[in-house]
């Protein structure tokens, strides 16, 4: 079946850049979407791209798709304390569909 | 922007007894609405598909009988966990389909249910 696949743990320094990775199954996808979770709390969408392109930047955040290897990326730059959570990658068929959430990656972030 | 809420947000019940969760969308109409459930650690894993008007199309593994899905209107729908166990403890956590808007998918805050 469908399946979307994360690291499961991240540290980095505050300041550094982060890099979160996440491969996906399902070739027919098309769109991908990166959520966060803060403990105890619910999902927040941070962004999402569509299938036909390979980058997105929205300020801090970088998305970036490799629809041939099904590869699927999110880069934090100039990573804050406040930043850790742990961070979804997720995608569907289209627009409304459920999503197939991978495992979640835990971001930690030290001063 | 879209806002989904979820009542109660925590809950703990007896072993045995039942528990209804509400998922509303509160700026907008949605006649689809998603129920997942996230274990600790774990990623959310969808239970089922709530139509207004309809039955839920429930995925497989899920017992319907257990996990009652009622979609009465076009910004409520309501999970009802029928005699509840402790393996049912989990965090529940419904989206709903903004059908105005490309379809796109805003979640609720989730509800986290203790079962004793």
């Known amino acids: 079946g469908e399946d979307v696949e994360q690291s499961l743990f991240l540290s980095v320094r505050e300041g550094d850049s982060s890099v979160i990775n996440c491969t996906y199954t399902d070739s027919s996808s098309t769109y991908l979407y990166w959520y966060k979770q803060e403990p105890g709390a619910g999902l927040q969408l941070l962004t999402y791209i569509f299938s036909n392109m390979d980058m997105k930047q929205d300020q801090r955040l970088t998305v970036l798709l490799n629809k041939k290897d099904k590869h699927l990326s999110l880069r934090i730059a100039d990573t804050q304390t406040g930043d850790s959570a742990i961070y979804f990658c997720a995608d569907a068929h289209q627009a409304g569909t459920a999503l197939i959430f991978g495992k979640g990656t835990t971001l930690s972030v030290s001063s | 922007g879209a806002v989904v809420s979820q009542h109660p947000s925590w809950v703990i019940c007896k072993s045995g007894t039942s528990v209804k969760i509400e998922c509303r969308s509160l700026d907008f109409q949605a006649t689809t609405m998603f129920w997942y459930r996230q274990f600790p650690k774990q990623s959310l894993m969808l239970m089922a598909t709530?139509?207004?008007?309809?039955?839920?199309?429930?995925e497989q593994g899920v017992e319907k009988d257990k996990f009652l899905i009622n979609h009465a209107s076009l910004t409520l729908s309501t999970l009802t966990v029928t005699s509840a166990h402790p393996e049912d403890s989990s965090f529940y956590i419904c989206?709903?389909?903004?059908?105005?808007?490309?379809?796109?998918?805003?979640f609720g805050p989730g509800t986290r249910l203790t079962v004793t």
């Open positions: 709530s139509n207004e008007g309809s039955k839920a199309t429930y």
């Open positions: 989206s709903a389909r903004d059908e105005a808007n490309l379809g796109e998918q805003y």
